[in-house]
């Protein structure tokens, strides 16, 4: 008896087993040739998932055309902290980086800077960073750029700002973070550190304000640091400084001091293509360097961009004769 229900159960499944084969055969020969004769001719014009050629590389490089040397002030307390800060995001992108300290570190590049220690002493600071760079960086580099650890600087906006300029030509931008001509550089080591009637000799007190006044002595032009649309590319406060402030016009808050041009529009009319950002604190220097390098918007397509025109010979040397 269980042999014959066996026999019927084989004979059962060689039934279902052609039909089912012919099927799957039929399948498969139809899914050939739709991939081969009839899905090439399909339009596929409206697909949207398309493959982008996408590189990393810039189109527009200034690295070696417009070279700049930064050095930052900083204490042997913060190299771990706020100087790493630097080293690690916008310093990378200076030709050269050296950080002005108190201690020598030879791990990021920090000399010993004697003296560097007081707040009150910065402008003796400046004067011995600017000699420094003269004496041992002087060929190294086309710009000088002056900062500090809670500074972040857009390397790219700053040789594109700076790209119409010949380094002989005795000029300089800012601020925050000034950044000088190698003809600045000579005439403020050469002509005015030298001499007391063009440049502060005591040591003590701020920066901002005497180095101007050294560098106008030496007839060394104040550049426009401005962009093509009269908006500020250097500031003194980083984006997120929305305080009343720095928005309602004071002319006794120190800010307000500092501003040589007052736009309309108010302190938040920012530039496309900023350059510096000051007090800038030291967690937000990689926040910055997410937003501005990383960061993208998949489908945008970039503006058309275009360098600025070289600054003629002629204007040239009549900022070299000081006119």
């Given at each position: 008896?269980?042999?014959?229900?066996?026999?019927?159960?084989?004979?059962?499944?060689?039934?279902?087993?052609?039909?089912?084969?012919?099927?799957?055969?039929?399948?498969?020969?139809?899914?050939?040739?739709?991939?081969?004769?009839?899905?090439?001719?399909?339009?596929?014009?409206?697909?949207?998932?398309?493959?982008?050629?996408?590189?990393?590389?810039?189109?527009?490089?200034?690295?070696?055309?417009?070279?700049?040397?930064?050095?930052?002030?900083?204490?042997?307390?913060?190299?771990?902290?706020?100087?790493?800060?630097?080293?690690?995001?916008?310093?990378?992108?200076?030709?050269?980086?050296?950080?002005?300290?108190?201690?020598?570190?030879?791990?990021?590049?920090?000399?010993?800077?004697?003296?560097?220690?007081?707040?009150?002493?910065?402008?003796?600071?400046?004067?011995?960073?600017?000699?420094?760079?003269?004496?041992?960086?002087?060929?190294?580099?086309?710009?000088?750029?002056?900062?500090?650890?809670?500074?972040?600087?857009?390397?790219e906006n700053?040789?594109?700002?700076?790209?119409?300029?010949?380094?002989?030509?005795?000029?300089?931008?800012?601020?925050?973070?000034?950044?000088?001509?190698?003809?600045?550089?000579?005439?403020?080591?050469?002509?005015?550190?030298?001499?007391?009637?063009?440049?502060?000799?005591?040591?003590?007190?701020?920066?901002?304000?005497?180095?101007?006044?050294?560098?106008?002595?030496?007839?060394?032009?104040?550049?426009?640091?401005?962009?093509?649309?009269?908006?500020?590319?250097?500031?003194?406060?980083?984006?997120?400084?929305?305080?009343?402030?720095?928005?309602?016009?004071?002319?006794?808050?120190?800010?307000?001091?500092?501003?040589?041009?007052?736009?309309?529009?108010g302190t938040?009319?920012?530039?496309?293509?900023?350059?510096?950002?000051?007090?800038?604190?030291?967690?937000?220097?990689?926040?910055?360097?997410?937003?501005?390098?990383?960061?993208?918007?998949?489908?945008?397509?970039?503006?058309?961009?275009?360098?600025?025109?070289?600054?003629?010979?002629?204007k040239e040397?009549?900022?070299?004769?000081?006119?």
């Amino acid at each position: 008896m269980a042999a014959e229900e066996s026999t019927s159960t084989t004979k059962s499944t060689s039934k279902l087993s052609g039909p089912l084969l012919f099927l799957l055969l039929g399948i498969g020969i139809g899914y050939l040739i739709t991939q081969v004769f009839l899905w090439p001719i399909f339009n596929l014009s409206s697909r949207t998932n398309l493959t982008l050629n996408i590189t990393s590389k810039r189109d527009v490089d200034l690295y070696e055309e417009v070279r700049v040397l930064c050095f930052v002030y900083t204490k042997s307390s913060q190299h771990h902290l706020e100087a790493m800060g630097v080293f690690r995001t916008w310093g990378k992108r200076c030709n050269k980086l050296v950080f002005m300290s108190d201690k020598e570190d030879t791990e990021m590049g920090a000399i010993n800077l004697p003296g560097n220690g007081k707040r009150i002493e910065t402008w003796r600071k400046t004067k011995q960073a600017l000699k420094y760079i003269y004496d041992y960086h002087l060929d190294e580099a086309d710009w000088f750029l002056e900062a500090d650890t809670r500074t972040y600087v857009i390397m790219e906006n700053l040789r594109q700002m700076l790209y119409p300029y010949s380094s002989s030509m005795p000029i300089y931008f800012g601020s925050p973070g000034i950044v000088m001509s190698r003809a600045a550089l000579r005439r403020f080591v050469d002509l005015s550190l030298p001499n007391a009637t063009l440049c502060e000799p005591k040591d003590t007190g701020a920066t901002m304000g005497k180095l101007r006044e050294c560098l106008n002595n030496a007839k060394v032009m104040a550049g426009n640091s401005r962009d093509i649309k009269g908006r500020r590319r250097m500031y003194l406060i980083d984006p997120q400084a929305r305080l009343n402030a720095y928005l309602r016009y004071d002319p006794n808050y120190w800010f307000w001091q500092y501003i040589a041009y007052r736009n309309q529009e108010g302190t938040f009319s920012w530039s496309n293509y900023p350059v510096t950002f000051h007090y800038v604190q030291n967690r937000n220097m990689f926040y910055f360097e997410y937003m501005i390098y990383r960061l993208k918007g998949f489908g945008h397509k970039l503006i058309n961009e275009s360098l600025p025109a070289k600054i003629v010979e002629a204007k040239e040397a009549e900022i070299t004769a000081g006119r």
